[in-house]
């Protein structure tokens, strides 16, 4: 205190030498759970639109797009820094631990070469739903681990790895 008597969180500035007080900041609004969600529902539509797309390469080029979005988006709302290059690298884990459903999905659809024209559709609203749970099931993962005070740099591609084997296909 400046002087004795005066109240707390009162001092004299070097610079004026009068009494000022110090303000706390207002403490900082954490972001809810409804808006993250919010977040992720869009990108579900985006991602199961995204799924709809039947040329071989584009639809993986364009899933990756939308997921790095997602990251970019969420990080955004929990006010962590982003990095691409780690988003990146996050995808690249994904699509690498969801290899063996795509081998077995591919073998699912050679043996259903038998319908011509049913496997055909059957084939993309698969991949469509396939596309929206993935995206689902990342953006819980990154939400819990935001809100667990998480940041891009820090998150474990092993626990994405987990979850994503315990989850049915």
């Known amino acids: 205190p400046c002087w004795t008597t005066s109240p707390p969180g009162w001092h004299r500035s070097p610079y004026n030498r009068q009494a ?5 900041a207002p403490p900082q609004a954490v972001p809810d759970r409804a808006g993250a969600m919010k977040i992720v529902h869009r990108y579900v539509a ?3 639109a995204a799924g709809l797309i039947s040329v071989p390469v584009l639809d993986v080029a364009a ?4 997921h790095i979005s997602l990251i970019k988006r969420l990080t955004e709302y929990y006010g962590a820094e982003f990095s691409e290059h780690t988003a990146r690298n996050i995808v690249i884990a994904i699509t690498a ?3 063996p459903g795509v081998i077995g999905s591919v073998l699912t659809n050679k043996a259903m070469r038998v319908l011509p024209y049913v496997s ?22 990154f939400i ?12 474990n591609i092993d626990h994405l790895h987990h ?7």
């Open 20 to 24: 000022v007080t110090t303000v706390d």
């Open 46 to 48: 985006t991602s199961a």
């Open 63 to 66: 899933l990756g797009g939308v």
């Open 97 to 99: 631990s969801l290899v």
């Open 120 to 141: 055909h559709v059957v084939g993309i609203v698969t991949m469509s739903a396939f596309s929206g749970a993935v995206s689902y099931g990342l953006g819980l993962v």
């Open 144 to 155: 819990k681990h935001f809100e667990g005070g998480g940041t891009l740099d820090s998150f």
């Open 163 to 169: 979850v994503f084997k315990r989850t049915p296909a």
